[in-house]
């Protein structure tokens, strides 16, 4: 069974960083895409970034293209989403979420595995 585990969600303040990591378990890291989404409250969930098995292939939400980075480390079974210059709207519960074939996934309702959440806070 596929496992997620989101970690270094907080509070930053706006124009901080953060770094979340997901950690994955139960199947072949390599051979899938990785995205992640967010979820403001009273929001649907939406599409943050997304990131093909290789690394080679990202593609991000016009809102955080330019200061969020995705990447992934195949060899540890983790992706990442690095986020800088951080603004009070992207205050949001952080997804992780796991594709079943390799290419980007933009579409949140196209993950078949989801983590469950981290919080990230940006103050004013």
């Known amino acids: 069974q596929v496992q997620l585990v989101e970690s270094g969600g907080g509070l930053v303040q706006a124009g901080g960083s953060l770094r979340l990591s997901c950690a994955a378990s139960?199947?072949?890291?390599?051979?899938?895409?990785m995205g992640w989404c967010r979820q403001a409250p009273g929001k649907d969930r939406e599409f943050v970034a997304t990131?093909?098995?290789?690394?080679?292939?990202?593609y991000y939400a016009d809102s955080v293209k330019g200061r969020f980075t995705i990447s992934r480390d195949n060899a540890k079974n983790t992706v990442y989403l690095q986020m800088n210059s951080q603004k009070p709207e992207d205050t949001a519960v952080y997804y992780c979420?796991?594709?079943?074939?390799?290419?980007?996934?933009?579409?949140?309702?196209?993950?078949?595995?989801w983590g469950q959440g981290t919080q990230v806070t940006v103050s004013s």
């Open positions: 979420a796991a594709s079943n074939r390799d290419y980007v996934e933009r579409t949140p309702g196209n993950y078949y595995y």
């Open positions: 139960g199947r072949t890291f390599s051979n899938y895409a």
């Open positions: 990131i093909n098995s290789s690394g080679r292939t990202t």
